[in-house]
């Protein structure tokens, strides 16, 4: 819950490594691949407007640690269970392309941003890669360089009206908490009729 943020009025995702005051025994321990993937990024106005923020204070006000409780206690990997939900959604519906993984929701986001125009240097920021290509990429500090309005224009500019009906999420899960409580239970019910 630590790693939503307020920053310059602008509610961020703070992607970091775990730290000290992170770690409990039930924690699962966070970690980025590379310096690079240390990053904030403004947290898309659709979300807010889905109620995460809400969420967010309804979550702290429980006392949990982590934003998704329940997946922090599956035994598994933090995001396993909604991994393998999403998976069976795809044979469920007769997406039966071995491509399609919930890890391809992050290569579809870059994309997206390409074709909205997003610089390159910027797109790379937004989603923790590397901007090293060339000498010149070398000088200065790209993360300094790009400022949060130009992340937050980045971010916003990710629309998949035309893929999403968020009419309809609305109504069939008004709150973001409502949504996580519908996807952890199909994941659950998942994990136990394969362990069976």
């Known amino acids: ?17 775990a730290d000290e005051e992170d770690s409990t025994e039930d924690y699962h321990s966070k970690s980025v691949k590379t310096h690079a993937a240390k990053r904030l990024v403004p ?13 967010l204070d309804a979550v702290k006000a429980q006392g ?16 396993a269970l909604v ?10 519906v007769g997406l039966s392309d071995k491509a399609l ?10 994309g997206h941003l390409r074709r909205k125009r997003v610089p390159k240097d910027i797109r790379m920021v937004v989603v ?8 010149h990429d070398d000088y200065g500090d790209i ?9 937050q224009n980045a971010i916003e500019a990710m629309d998949f009206a035309d893929a999403l009906d968020f009419e309809l999420l609305k109504q069939r899960a008004p709150t ?15 994990t136990k009729g394969s362990s069976a």
Do not use: P
């Open 143 to 151: 993360h300094g360089d790009i400022t949060l309005t130009d992340r």
């Open 176 to 190: 973001i908490q409502q949504l996580n409580a519908v996807v952890l239970k199909n994941a659950k019910n998942l």
């Open 128 to 135: 923790g890669h590397s901007a090293s290509e060339d000498t």
């Open 64 to 79: 949990y640690v982590m934003l998704f409780e329940d997946l922090a206690h599956a035994k598994v990997k933090y995001g």
């Open 43 to 55: 947290i898309h106005s659709r979300l807010i407007e889905l109620g995460l923020l809400d969420y």
């Open 83 to 92: 991994s393998k939900w999403f998976a069976n959604y795809c044979d469920k």
């Open 1 to 17: 819950v630590g790693d939503i943020v307020i920053f310059e009025n602008v509610a961020c995702f703070n992607i970091t490594e």
């Open 101 to 110: 993984t919930f890890h391809g929701f992050r290569h579809g986001a870059i």
